[in-house]
């Protein structure tokens, strides 16, 4: 089947099988490396390392037919930085150091994006639930939790008083 969708800003246009997921589809048909696999291969949502954005909203690609992206606008790593700048939120990650290896970042980056556009506000106890589906296994999630917080703060959102999260 022919589906037809909006990929980082531009018309995508492809022929996908039934079965393909969306991750195999950006993968393979359109070179989208940011969308990765770790703990599954194309057939669980475990670490949230394939994580792009579907008309805004978070979604596992490699859970996520093909198909059911016709005529939604899908948005990965790649499609946040713009001629030549990167997003607040690519330049806090680098900043606060939230890198570490770089497998987790772009699944933490557009879940982070979703939670700031859609009013989230940077206190920790958000942040860490708007990340949740991503699992980071180097160090922790500290510097993720400041670069987001950080991104936060230059886009214009006002900090919430923090909220104490944890045993």
Not at 23 to 40: E, H, P, W, Y
Not at 109 to 128: M, N, Q, V, W, Y
Request: glycine share 12%; hydrophobic share 40%; net charge neutral.
């Amino acid at each position: 089947m022919r589906i037809r969708f909006e990929l980082n800003g531009s018309t995508a246009e492809v022929e996908v099988e039934p079965w393909e997921s969306l991750f195999d589809v950006l993968r393979g048909k359109f070179g989208i490396k940011s969308v990765k696999t770790a703990l599954c291969e194309n057939s669980c949502s475990a670490c949230g390392a394939c994580t792009v954005l579907m008309d805004g909203r978070p979604i596992y690609s490699v859970m996520t037919p093909a198909y059911r992206a016709d005529g939604h606008r899908i948005t990965t790593l790649e499609g946040l930085s713009a001629k030549g700048h990167l997003d607040p939120l690519q330049e806090a990650f680098l900043e606060a150091g939230a890198v570490q290896c770089g497998f987790c970042t772009s699944g933490m980056i557009l879940s982070a994006k979703a939670f700031l556009e859609g009013g989230g506000s940077p206190d920790e106890r958000e942040i860490k639930e708007a990340i949740r589906g991503n699992l980071c296994r180097c160090t922790g999630y500290v510097k993720i939790v400041d670069a987001v917080r950080m991104a936060a703060l230059r886009v214009g959102k006002e900090g919430k008083k923090e909220v104490e999260v944890g045993p």
